[in-house]
């Protein structure tokens, strides 16, 4: 059974940093879509980024506003796919989920990361100004 463990959660004040990671386990790492998205109070949940694999091939992709803050990354030998926020904004906190699916097809820019197959329990991110 396909497992992900987030982590990495807390609360920083704006323009701070926190790391996210996410560990997979029962997955394959040949073929896989695996992301981040995320929930806010009273708002919709939105995809964050997302990293894709297929063969030698592989494709990130962001949220148009995060571009160049969040960076995302995956350790084949750790199973952890990894989120780096950086520069922190007020409005970025909310429930962070990782997710993933055996299609990679589904890692595009359209980031569809909440509709994956998997996904992990939520990590809260609380950011003060």
């Known amino acids: 059974e396909v497992q992900l463990q987030a982590s990495g959660g807390g609360s920083v004040q704006a323009g701070g940093s926190l790391t996210l990671s996410c560990a997979v386990s029962?997955?394959?790492?040949?073929?896989?879509?695996i992301g981040w998205f995320r929930q806010a109070p009273g708002k919709e949940r939105e995809g964050v980024s997302c990293?894709?694999?297929?063969?030698?091939?592989?494709?990130?992709f962001y949220k148009d506003s995060l571009k160049g803050r969040f960076i995302i990354s995956v350790d084949d030998a750790k199973s952890t796919v990894t989120l780096q926020m950086n520069n922190l904004k007020p409005e970025d906190t909310a429930v962070y989920y990782c997710?993933?699916?055996?299609?990679?097809?589904?890692?595009?820019?359209?980031?569809?990361?909440?509709?994956?197959?998997?996904r992990g329990q939520g990590t809260q991110v609380t950011v003060s100004s």
């Open positions: 997710a993933g699916d055996g299609e990679s097809w589904l890692c595009s820019s359209e980031l569809r990361v909440p509709e994956y197959d998997y």
């Open positions: 990293i894709s694999r297929s063969g030698s091939f592989g494709n990130t």
């Open positions: 029962e997955f394959t790492l040949d073929e896989y879509a």
